[in-house]
């Protein structure tokens, strides 16, 4: 997978040569460059903002050097004819895009703004499919609007917030975002297996937290390892985590049980629930 980031502050990147990622970039299973927005300037500033037309506090990203930058990442030899038909919702990987004269591969390009649409375990899942992602770091008030608008024009861009919450920067967005993206690439972890266990994987736990885990030692200040996880009986291991990731989603996230089929939750699992204070059996949504 290849990814592009253009950031005015390239060195916020240096985690991404350590740990997994690290690895999975010396393994060639992910190809980062980290650009400078800055190199596509031209004054003696380097002038990367201005004061917002309209007024109001702060500075605004000029449009001039992010559109500069996006030409010579994805050079504006694609066809412009037809855009991004539902901003955002395009679900293809690096396509074919528009139509008309020869068509081009093009990246995704991803826009970390705290007004887009919440990046969520599934948008992982799905950019980790695509062979080309593009990310934009935002810094002061964000990007003039107009550099989105242009570049749907030639490709898919997503505008996606990591949460309700106002960063200074887009560079620790795409850290996360990358971080998530590549831990899913096949090769990247050494048990592959562990995904499918995690919090909101996709699948028949999808919507239920992962529950407690623990290791060695046994008993650790006086804190004993539940018997059920010592006992080698699989199926109640199995039963018994679910129990903890219901119990553990009703008590932190219960809105994430209304995403629950009422047909994924056995008789077992209403107990539970029902135990946990969660409404079920015709009183909520999970019923
Ligand atoms: N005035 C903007 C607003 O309220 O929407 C906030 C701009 S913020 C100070 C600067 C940059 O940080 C944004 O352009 C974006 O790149 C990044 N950022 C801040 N919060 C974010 C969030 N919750 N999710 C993703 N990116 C965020």
């Known amino acids: 997978m290849k990814l592009d980031i253009v950031t005015i502050f390239p060195e916020y990147f240096a985690p991404l040569d350590i740990s997994l990622l690290g690895k999975a970039r010396r393994a060639g299973l992910l190809d980062v460059r980290v650009h400078d927005l800055r190199d596509w300037t031209h004054d003696r500033h380097r002038t990367v903002d201005d004061t917002p037309y309209g007024g109001g506090p702060g500075m605004v990203m000029k449009p001039d050097p ?8 994805v050079p504006p030899t694609t066809p412009t004819a037809e855009p991004d038909p539902e901003p955002g919702t395009d679900e293809s990987g690096a396509r074919e895009f528009g139509a008309g004269a020869a068509p081009a591969t093009v990246p995704r390009l991803i826009i970390p703004t705290p007004s887009g649409r919440p990046f969520t375990q599934a948008d992982a899942v799905r950019y980790a499919a695509e062979p080309w992602l593009v990310f934009a770091c935002g810094r002061y008030e964000g990007i003039d609007t107009r550099v989105a608008e242009e570049a749907r024009t030639r490709m898919p861009v997503d505008e996606v917030s990591l949460g309700d919450f106002v960063l200074a920067g887009g560079e620790v967005a795409v850290l996360v975002m990358v971080e998530a993206i590549g831990r899913l690439l096949p090769g990247v972890l050494g048990n592959a297996d562990s995904v499918a266990d995690d919090s909101f994987a996709p699948g028949a736990m999808e919507s239920l937290l992962e529950g407690p885990v623990y290791t060695k030692p046994p008993v650790w200040r006086e804190r ?26 009703a008590r932190h996230r219960p809105e994430l049980l209304s995403h629950l089929a009422p047909e994924a939750l056995d008789k077992h699992d209403r107990a539970v629930l029902r135990e946990a204070g969660f409404p079920v059996d015709g009183e909520g949504m999970a019923d």
């Open 66 to 73: 992010w559109g500069e930058a996006l030409d010579t990442l």
């Open 224 to 249: 004993p390892v539940p018997d059920i996880l010592l006992s080698g009986h699989h199926g109640a291991i199995a039963r018994w985590r679910r129990d903890e990731a219901l119990r553990r989603t």
